[in-house]
């Protein structure tokens, strides 16, 4: 066999480029490693299941074998990269089941190798008791952990926060949310927005505890307890932790691939290393993290034409994000750069229309809330990429 494209990762990122790639070229090599199973699903709906009365099973769209057929590769699962040996073209890999370890070439490489959790710091007996979910091998530990239970304390509102605080209210759960900041959605939101859909997820039965950090977790009497900067003290079946994702970078750093915030690469998603790239939540394109679905699909596409011979920078339009909080729907687009911006807010009833404005009166980016977001087509069409 030639000497395979290999993809390091089995999540949307590397699974979309296998797609592109197979649509430009049937036959040039492909190989998937991954430390998990290899099974297709959509992350999106991991925060939004239960909401749906959907099983774990369910979003497990495709398992590994069938995307082998489609896209014409090898996939080799639970197999951990030890090393690369980029002088080589090559890596070390180690079979997670039998032990056996070998060395695998490669044409080109490409780091699909995704975030991980943030881990809280927390003092007390059970701070290793915390969950977190990032994938759906996390999420079906996570549901499995649930059954039974009634009571979840949620650290962190931020988009996955609010997500999941929105699907276990609307599931049933009793949830109560502690937020270091003063309104859910600070990074993205104007206060007075974030204060609606705290209310509207309150209103769905969120408890807050804005403002507030949690200082320690304990296990006593079968619950947990959960201390706050305060003083204060919630009781919990579960403790869930949403405060962000880290992108992986140390396989890349031990390689001698710079990485800062996460792997670097430049517009054409290539790292400092010839034949080495690096797409989804693990890369920094040009000092940028974007860790949503949209820039995947973009950088698929470029980065399959480059591969195959045809350089192609990965180039970005206007890209809003869903945020999937169905008690209140919000739509936010915003650029990468809100110097010399203002926002424009217009509100009916407990819906916005924000739109956000250059100093040269350029729309840049916007904001949309409950009816107000079937707007997003028109917005879209009138803003300005800067």
């Known amino acids: 066999m030639d000497t395979p494209i290999i993809i390091l990762g089995s999540g949307l990122a590397g699974y979309h480029l296998a797609r592109e790639i197979r649509q430009r070229d049937q036959d040039v090599p492909l190989c998937m490693l991954t430390r998990d199973a290899g099974h297709f699903y959509s992350k999106p709906m991991l925060s939004t299941a239960m909401g749906m009365g959907k099983e774990v099973d ?17 996939i080799v699962t639970h197999t951990e990269v030890t090393s690369i040996l980029p002088q080589e073209n090559s890596l070390c890999v180690n079979s997670l089941h039998s032990g056996v370890s070998e060395v695998m070439n490669y044409r080109a ?27 759906v091998y996390q999420y079906q530990l996570f549901r499995e952990k649930l ?11 931020g988009l996955v926060g609010c997500e999941f605080a929105n699907d276990l209210t ?55 307890s959960v201390m706050l900067d305060d003083g204060s003290s919630i009781s919990a ?18 390689a001698g691939i710079y990485t800062e915030r996460g792997i670097c690469v430049n517009e054409y998603l ?29 950088c698929s596409k470029a980065l399959a034409a480059s591969l195959l011979g045809e350089l192609t920078p990965a180039a970005f339009p206007v890209m809003p994000v869903v945020i999937k909080t169905s008690a209140y ?25 924000a739109e956000l404005r250059h100093k040269d009166h350029q729309l840049v980016g916007f904001i949309l809330t409950g009816e107000f977001t079937k707007e997003r087509a028109e917005l879209m069409s009138r803003t300005s990429v800067i």
């Open 58 to 74: 369910v979003l497990m769209s495709m398992p590994a074998e069938k995307m082998a057929q489609q896209y014409h590769m090898d």
């Open 109 to 135: 490489l490409i780091l699909c190798i995704g975030a991980e959790p943030r881990i809280p710091v927390l003092e007390g007996n059970a701070q290793a008791d915390v969950l977190s979910v990032n994938d």
């Open 147 to 157: 059954v039974n239970k009634k009571q979840v304390v949620l650290l962190g509102a």
């Open 170 to 224: 609307r599931a049933g759960y009793a949830v109560d949310i502690v937020e270091p900041a003063s309104t859910p959605l600070a990074s993205l939101l104007p206060p007075e927005i974030g204060i609606e859909l705290q209310r509207a997820l309150e209103r769905q039965g969120a408890r807050w505890h804005c403002g507030r950090t949690a200082k320690s977790v304990d296990y006593n009497d079968d619950a947990y």
């Open 270 to 298: 290539q790292t400092n290393l010839p034949n080495i790239y690096a797409i989804g939540d693990c890369a920094e394109i040009n000092h940028w993290i974007l860790p949503y679905i949209a820039p995947i699909m973009h």
């Open 237 to 254: 079946d579960i403790v869930f932790s949403a405060i962000g994702l880290s992108p992986r970078t140390g396989l890349a750093a031990q």
């Open 329 to 353: 729907p919000v739509v936010v687009c915003r650029p990468r750069n809100m110097s010399d911006t203002q926002w424009v807010i217009k509100k009916n009833n407990h819906d916005f229309r």
